[in-house]
């Protein structure tokens, strides 16, 4: 954990030095010509998108993650995850419905199956399939027991050299990059050093930046990319504190991650003069749903936004734990909607429901749907 603290606060003064240097670099060149292009590029797509995409392809991670993992690989297979839905534990990060979900509602899609279980799809498969995996990173994070992004894809575009999907169907699809951080969780369990993580931030955005290139190529039209939640408001970040206060120093880090996001994505739309990829800004959806304890309409309400519903009774044991003889070693809040976290990393499906709230307008002006 050590490496770890000196690490982030590292990258809490080099984030400066670059967030600085980006914004003037921006700032000198207005690129008026650029800026009028990229208008009527827009609009051209607007006219485009005719009608309502039918389809949601999505690679990730558990905060996408609606039935990949491995049963013996995630707790999410266990009680008590998936009480409210769908009843049962069936591999969601959550008591219930996650960010996959509510996109599919905002798209009007039923939420696309869980690539694993394809051999079940039939008609299903319509909806688009689902290859995120807990766990996963652009890198592998375990081993290679969990599917990287780039195998995720590798999936996909076998799917589509056996014609189950055409390059016309992406066209009417939207895809989900959804990642929360495991690339960096996995750096800090290999004891990384601090001058490595330095160029390992830069490497994850520069393999996610490949990553997306392949997903344009496969001829994908519209991609939501996730920016990085504020990991320093985890539960399993605030716990030391009591769940009281996010820690600031590693929010800034991830501000550092986000910043060179932000470009890569910018980059990506003008090497290809489209406005393919957009950023879905988890990190400011979450940070306004603690802030405002609660959803921005006031209908969701989280008194005390940072304490997870479900947890461990101590160190060593987690939501979902049993000791030898079967006992449970964790303890669940009575209402799991009045509270924001399920357990020590993820949003309980309330929680999801807030964020999605906050991330309406941003869904609406970049899909564009009539
Ligand atoms: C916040 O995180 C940093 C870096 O991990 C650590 O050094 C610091 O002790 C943390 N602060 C609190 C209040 O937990
Ligand atoms: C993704 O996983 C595969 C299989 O383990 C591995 O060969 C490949 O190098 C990984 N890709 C990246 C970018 O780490
Ligand atoms: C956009 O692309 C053009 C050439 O395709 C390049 O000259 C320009 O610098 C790029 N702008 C940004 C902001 O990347």
């Given at each position: 954990?050590?490496?770890?603290?000196?690490?982030?606060?590292?990258?809490?003064y080099?984030?400066?030095?670059?967030?600085?240097?980006?914004?003037?670099?921006?700032?000198?060149?207005?690129?008026h010509?650029?800026?009028?292009?990229?208008?009527?590029?827009?609009?051209?797509y607007?006219?485009?998108?005719?009608?309502?995409?039918?389809k949601?392809?999505?690679?990730?991670?558990?905060?996408a993650?609606?039935?990949?993992?491995?049963?013996?690989?995630?707790?999410?297979?266990?009680?008590?995850?998936?009480?409210t839905?769908?009843?049962?534990?069936?591999?969601?990060?959550?008591?219930?419905?996650?960010?996959?979900?509510?996109?599919?509602?905002?798209?009007?899609?039923?939420s696309?199956?869980?690539y694993?279980?394809?051999?079940?799809?039939?008609?299903?498969?319509?909806?688009?399939?689902?290859?995120?995996?807990?766990?996963?990173?652009?890198?592998?994070?375990?081993?290679?027991?969990?599917?990287?992004?780039?195998t995720?894809?590798?999936?996909?575009?076998?799917?589509?050299?056996?014609?189950?999907?055409?390059?016309?169907?992406l066209?009417?699809?939207?895809v989900?990059?959804?990642?929360?951080?495991?690339?960096?969780?996995a750096?800090?369990?290999?004891?990384?050093?601090?001058?490595?993580?330095?160029?390992?931030?830069?490497?994850?955005?520069?393999?996610?930046?490949?990553d997306?290139?392949?997903?344009?190529?496969?001829?994908?039209?519209?991609?939501?990319?996730?920016?990085?939640?504020?990991?320093?408001?985890?539960?399993?970040?605030?716990?030391?504190?009591?769940?009281?206060?996010?820690?600031?120093?590693?929010?800034?880090?991830?501000?550092?991650?986000n910043f060179?996001?932000?470009?890569?994505?910018?980059?990506?739309?003008?090497?290809?003069?489209?406005?393919?990829?957009f950023?879905?800004?988890?990190?400011?959806?979450?940070?306004?749903?603690?802030?405002?304890?609660?959803?921005?309409?006031?209908?969701?309400?989280?008194?005390?936004?940072?304490?997870?519903?479900?947890?461990?009774i101590?160190?060593?044991?987690?939501?979902?734990?049993?000791?030898?003889?079967?006992?449970?070693?964790?303890?669940?809040?009575?209402?799991?909607?009045?509270?924001?976290?399920?357990?020590a990393?993820?949003?309980?499906?309330?929680?999801?429901?807030?964020?999605?709230?906050?991330?309406?307008?941003?869904?609406?002006?970049n899909?564009?749907l009539?």
């Open positions: 954990m050590d490496s770890f603290s000196s690490a982030f606060l590292f990258l809490f080099s984030c400066f030095l670059l967030t600085s240097a980006g914004y003037s670099v921006v700032q000198a060149s207005p690129l010509h650029h800026h009028h292009q990229r208008r009527e590029e827009h609009e051209a607007d006219h485009g998108f005719r009608r309502r995409p039918t949601l392809f999505v690679f990730g991670d558990s905060y993650d609606t039935g990949n993992i491995r049963k013996s690989l995630g707790n999410s297979w266990k009680d008590p995850y998936g009480t839905f769908p009843g049962k534990p069936a591999g969601r990060f959550s008591d219930g419905r996650i960010l996959t979900d509510y996109l599919a509602k905002f798209l009007g899609v039923k696309p199956l869980a694993a279980w394809m051999k079940l799809g039939g008609k299903k498969l319509r909806n688009g399939l689902n290859f995120a995996y807990g766990g996963s990173g652009v890198f592998n994070t375990l081993g290679d027991l969990l599917p990287n992004v780039t995720q894809i590798d999936f996909f575009e076998k799917l589509i050299n056996d014609a189950l999907y055409t390059k016309r169907d066209q009417s699809s939207v989900l990059v959804c990642l929360a951080g495991n690339d960096y969780a750096y800090v369990l290999k004891d990384g050093s601090i001058e490595g993580l330095q160029r390992f931030i830069p490497q994850v955005i520069n393999q996610l930046t490949l997306l290139k392949r997903i344009k190529a496969l001829g994908a039209t519209k991609v939501a990319v996730t920016s990085l939640e504020p990991l320093g408001c985890l539960p399993r970040m605030t716990q030391m504190s009591g769940f009281q206060q996010c820690n600031i120093t590693q929010n800034l880090a991830v501000g550092y991650h060179l996001l932000q470009q890569a994505v910018d980059k990506l739309n003008n090497e290809t003069r489209t406005s393919t990829f950023i879905l800004d988890l990190y400011t959806s979450f940070t306004s749903v603690l802030e405002q304890k609660g959803d921005s309409q006031g209908i969701l309400k989280f008194e005390t936004p940072l304490k997870p519903c479900c947890m461990g101590s160190t060593g044991y987690w939501c979902g734990s049993l000791d030898d003889k079967g006992a449970k070693m964790y303890t669940v809040c009575s209402d799991p909607k009045s509270a924001f976290f399920w357990d990393s993820h949003p309980t499906e309330a929680g999801w429901h807030a964020v999605y709230t906050n991330l309406k307008s941003s869904l609406e002006q899909l564009k009539y």
